[in-house]
């Protein structure tokens, strides 16, 4: 039996790698980079896809590099709250909520995958260009991205691209789909050491949908020292064209935006300070892509950014790349490799996360910042004075019931 060809070494096609490897489904992945190295900031892994990640064996690796997150918090852009949460074990689900480093998680993915597959199973610097359908396979067509030669071609049963938000799969079936959809937001990303704050173990958000700052701890080891290895995401509406390169590395200095929050100094969190003290800071437009009318053909599949790429609104990005690499796993273990597999895979994951995408382009469960914000510019005695806590309530539940997170349906599994 020909393997599987999985193509993109980010958090889904290594997540779906380790899934099918359990399932005794031989398996190869194609990242196009040469070196992978631990690239990006934080990121967030909701309950759902923890419990994934906890069926793979992954659990204790990661409650030794993570942070396991007890709160949400939302404030007005004054640092009035507006609304707070528990979350993970806080909130009685049976798993975890982390904060992570996104490169840490894919260290620790793709170290899973190596020793569980052997090394070699990654085969680095094949960056898919292209690939021919058969009946009964798929060959693809790998190139060194820098010089674009071609290096490879590998014949497979399946081709799933796990490519991300620039997919070469997607490409090929929606030639005409043009770039990502901008925002008009912009979005710089650092991580900076600073104090814990609200306990070491909160993420916060406040503003609005146009000037917006999140911030998170993310280092189970900075947090034993009584330190935060701290992400924090600012956030501008920018309007105009959008920019012609989306590179997740694209280093700017903090002057581009720091003037706009010079003021947003609150006695749990001083965002000037956390500016000042990055290494580094990111810049990345906001865009998404409009949920698609169908991912599979014939015997390839899309997966994670490939499929659906979303706003960082809800913490969804990583999750969903991650349940949809069980969902594939699960019916390919059930109908073999073939490509009725495919396409129940397909039915399970499209629509939900087609729902995410729209659901977040709304602002998903931070409308209640936007609400606080139009109803209430310059503050409020007492948010109840502007949202009642039945709206609130159902704000943050509806969200998490579309994302496929509420508490029941992690918990029953
Ligand atoms: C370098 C980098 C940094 C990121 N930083 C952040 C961050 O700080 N915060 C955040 O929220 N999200 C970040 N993301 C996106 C985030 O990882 C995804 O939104 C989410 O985890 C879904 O995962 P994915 O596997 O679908 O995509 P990704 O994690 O983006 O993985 C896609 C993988 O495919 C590889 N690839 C791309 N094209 C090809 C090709 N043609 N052939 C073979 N391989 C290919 C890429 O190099 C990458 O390793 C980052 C992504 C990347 C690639």
Redesign the pocket.
Known sequence: MRPVLI???????LTAALALHRAGIQVRV????RT?RP?????NLLPHSVKVLADLGMLSALAATAIETEALVYFNKLGQRIWSEPRGIAAGYDVPQFSVH?GEL?FLLLQAVEARLGAGSVETG????GFDSEPGGVTAVFTDRPNGAEIARVAGSLLVG???????VRRSFYPDEGPAVFSGRTLW?AVTESQPFLGGRTMVMVGHESQKFVSYPISAAEHRRGRSLTNWIAELRVGGEAPSRHD??KEVPASVFRDSFAGWRFDWLDVPGLIDGARAI?EFPMVDRDPLPQWTFGLVTM????AH?MY?IGSN??SQ?ILDAAALTRRIAERGVTAAALEAYEEDRRGLTGAIVLANRQNGPERVMQIAEERAPNGFAHIHEVISQAELEEIAARYKRTAGFSREQVNRG
């Open positions: 193509a993109g070494g980010g958090i889904g096609g194609f990242e196009g980079v992978i690239l990006g900031v934080g990121i996104r894919q094949h960056h898919l260009a796990a490519d991300g938000i620039h997919s070469v990303r997740w590395n990111y997966l994670g950014d490939a790429p960082p990005g990583a790349a």
